[in-house]
C-alpha cells in the first residue's frame, strides 16, 4: 500500500463521516461495508481515512492524529493491520491468488492486538473463484476483522458478497464542493483551468487532479485534433481508433464525453463559453453550418453520449471487450452527426 495519512474529511462526505464515527463511538460499526459511488470521487480515500481513524492509537476528534505509532506506519504504507486489495492492472479482475492472501491475512493475528482491515477496491471486478473464496470470510468473519469493500458499479457486485455487507452509498459531489476542493489542492489556477479540467472529467474531481497534476495537455490537444479530423473526414474513424485504442483508448473516451456533452449544451443554449479550446470551436462551427435544428442535433448528440458512457464503464468493468470495434463504432457516428448536415 502507498504510504499516506489521510486527515482531510473531502467536504461532499462529512455527513457519511459522521455516520460512520457514530457506529463506530457506539459499538455498532459493521463487520463489513459495501462503499459506493462513482469512480474517481472519493470512495478509497473514504475507506482509508477510516481504516487510520479505527487503527489510530490517540486520535483527534475526528480524525487520526498523525503522530502515533500506527499514523505512522500508515504513514510510511506498511501498517501491518490494514491491507489493500485491487485489481491486477492488466486483467482487471481481482484473481483468488489475492483472496487466498487475504485468508492468511486474517489468519494471522493483530500487530497491536486490535483491529484488522482489509479494503477491497472493485469489489464488482471479482473473478468467480475469488468471489467464492471471499465469502466464506464474510460468513464467518473473525471478532477483530473490518472489510471495506469498494464499488463504482454495486449492482454488479455479486448478490450473495453484497448479502453480507452493510451498504453505504457516497454521495457526488456538486461542482461548487468538487471546484473548492480542488482549488485547495491546486491554489494557482490560471484561466478557469480547474473548471475545465472538472467539466473535461465529468464533475469527477480524483480524475480532475490528475489531469491538473499529469502532463496532459498535449496529450488532449492531440486527441482532440484527431477527433476533429475524424469530424471534417480528414481520417478515416477506423485509422483513429486503431491509432489510439491500446494506449489512449479511456482518454480518447474522456475527450469525446467532453465534447459531446459541450456541443450539446451549446447547440441548446447558443453559448459559446460552453466552447473550451479552439478544436472544439471549430468542430461546433463544422456541426453548426450543416445543422438547422439545433435541437434535433443536440439531442442526437447526448444520445452518442450516453453510448460513450457505456462505452467507459464497459472498459472500466472486468470484461474484455474489443475496445478497438467499440471506438470505430463510436467514432464512426461521430462522423454521421456531420455528414447528415451536408446532405
Same mark, same amino acid.
Given at each position: 500500500?502507498?504510504?499516506?495519512?489521510?486527515?482531510?474529511?473531502?467536504?461532499?462526505?462529512?455527513?457519511?463521516?459522521?455516520?460512520?464515527?457514530?457506529?463506530?463511538?457506539?459499538?455498532?460499526?459493521?463487520?463489513?461495508?459495501?462503499?459506493?459511488?462513482?469512480?474517481?470521487?472519493?470512495?478509497?480515500?473514504?475507506?482509508?481515512?477510516?481504516?487510520?481513524?479505527?487503527?489510530?492509537?490517540?486520535?483527534?476528534?475526528?480524525?487520526?492524529?498523525?503522530?502515533?505509532?500506527?499514523?505512522?506506519?500508515?504513514?510510511?504504507?506498511?501498517?501491518?493491520?490494514?491491507?489493500?486489495?485491487?485489481?491486477?492492472?492488466?486483467?482487471?479482475?481481482?484473481?483468488?491468488?489475492?483472496?487466498?492472501?487475504?485468508?492468511?491475512?486474517?489468519?494471522?493475528?493483530?500487530?497491536?492486538?486490535?483491529?484488522?482491515?482489509?479494503?477491497?477496491?472493485?469489489?464488482?471486478?471479482?473473478?468467480?473463484?475469488?468471489?467464492?473464496?471471499?465469502?466464506?470470510?464474510?460468513?464467518?468473519?473473525?471478532?477483530?476483522?473490518?472489510?471495506?469493500?469498494?464499488?463504482?458499479?454495486?449492482?454488479?457486485?455479486?448478490?450473495?458478497?453484497?448479502?453480507?455487507?452493510?451498504?453505504?452509498?457516497?454521495?457526488?459531489?456538486?461542482?461548487?464542493?468538487?471546484?473548492?476542493?480542488?482549488?485547495?489542492?491546486?491554489?494557482?489556477?490560471?484561466?478557469?483551468?480547474?473548471?475545465?479540467?472538472?467539466?473535461?472529467?465529468?464533475?469527477?474531481?480524483?480524475?480532475?487532479?490528475?489531469?491538473?497534476?499529469?502532463?496532459?495537455?498535449?496529450?488532449?490537444?492531440?486527441?482532440?485534433?484527431?477527433?476533429?479530423?475524424?469530424?471534417?473526414?480528414?481520417?478515416?474513424?477506423?485509422?483513429?481508433?486503431?491509432?489510439?485504442?491500446?494506449?489512449?483508448?479511456?482518454?480518447?473516451?474522456?475527450?469525446?464525453?467532453?465534447?459531446?456533452?459541450?456541443?450539446?449544451?451549446?447547440?441548446?443554449?447558443? +453559448?459559446?463559453?460552453? =466552447?473550451?479550446?479552439?478544436? %472544439?470551436? $471549430?468542430?461546433?462551427? !463544422?456541426?453548426? /453550418? @450543416?445543422? *438547422?435544428?439545433?435541437?434535433?442535433?443536440?439531442?442526437?448528440?447526448?444520445?452518442?453520449?450516453?453510448?460513450?458512457?457505456?462505452?467507459?464503464?464497459?472498459?472500466?468493468?472486468?470484461?474484455?471487450? +474489443?475496445?478497438?470495434? =467499440?471506438?470505430?463504432?463510436? %467514432?464512426? $457516428?461521430?462522423?454521421? !452527426?456531420?455528414? /447528415? @448536415?451536408? *446532405?
Amino acid at each position: 500500500m502507498s504510504g499516506a495519512l489521510i486527515t482531510d474529511i473531502l467536504p461532499w462526505q462529512q455527513q457519511a463521516w459522521q455516520q460512520m464515527l457514530a457506529q463506530l463511538s457506539s459499538g455498532q460499526l459493521p463487520h463489513a461495508l459495501l462503499l459506493s459511488a462513482g469512480a474517481d470521487t472519493g470512495k478509497r480515500h473514504f475507506a482509508l481515512m477510516l481504516a487510520q481513524r479505527i487503527l489510530c492509537r490517540s486520535p483527534k476528534q475526528d480524525i487520526p492524529c498523525g503522530d502515533c505509532v500506527a499514523c505512522k506506519l500508515s504513514a510510511a504504507g506498511n501498517n501491518p493491520d490494514l491491507l489493500l486489495i485491487t485489481p491486477e492492472e492488466k486483467s482487471k479482475f481481482i484473481k483468488v491468488d489475492q483472496i487466498r492472501e487475504l485468508k492468511k491475512y486474517i489468519e494471522t493475528s493483530s500487530h497491536a492486538l486490535g483491529k484488522r482491515i482489509i479494503v477491497l477496491d472493485a469489489a464488482e471486478n471479482l473473478n468467480a473463484n475469488g468471489a467464492n473464496a471471499l465469502l466464506k470470510s464474510l460468513e464467518e468473519p473473525p471478532a477483530d476483522v473490518l472489510f471495506l469493500l469498494l464499488s463504482d458499479r454495486p449492482r454488479s457486485v455479486l448478490a450473495t458478497i453484497a448479502s453480507r455487507c452493510v451498504a453505504l452509498k457516497l454521495p457526488m459531489p456538486d461542482k461548487v464542493q468538487a471546484l473548492s476542493w480542488l482549488k485547495k489542492q491546486v491554489p494557482q489556477d490560471a484561466g478557469g483551468t480547474l473548471e475545465y479540467a472538472l467539466d473535461y472529467s465529468q464533475g469527477r474531481p480524483m480524475a480532475a487532479l490528475r489531469i491538473l497534476g499529469s502532463e496532459q495537455s498535449e496529450e488532449q490537444t492531440e486527441i482532440g485534433m484527431a477527433l476533429l479530423k475524424t469530424l471534417q473526414q480528414e481520417e478515416l474513424a477506423t485509422r483513429t481508433a486503431g491509432r489510439y485504442y491500446k494506449t489512449h483508448g479511456v482518454e480518447l473516451l474522456e475527450t469525446l464525453a467532453y465534447w459531446l456533452n459541450s456541443l450539446a449544451k451549446f447547440q441548446l443554449t447558443g +453559448n459559446r463559453l460552453m =466552447l473550451k479550446g479552439e478544436t %472544439l470551436q $471549430q468542430a461546433a462551427n !463544422l456541426l453548426d /453550418s @450543416g445543422h *438547422r435544428d439545433r435541437q434535433d442535433l443536440a439531442r442526437r448528440m447526448l444520445q452518442l453520449y450516453q453510448q460513450v458512457s457505456l462505452a467507459q464503464m464497459q472498459l472500466s468493468g472486468a470484461g474484455n471487450p +474489443n475496445v478497438q470495434l =467499440l471506438l470505430e463504432d463510436l %467514432l464512426l $457516428q461521430l462522423q454521421s !452527426l456531420a455528414a /447528415s @448536415g451536408r *446532405r
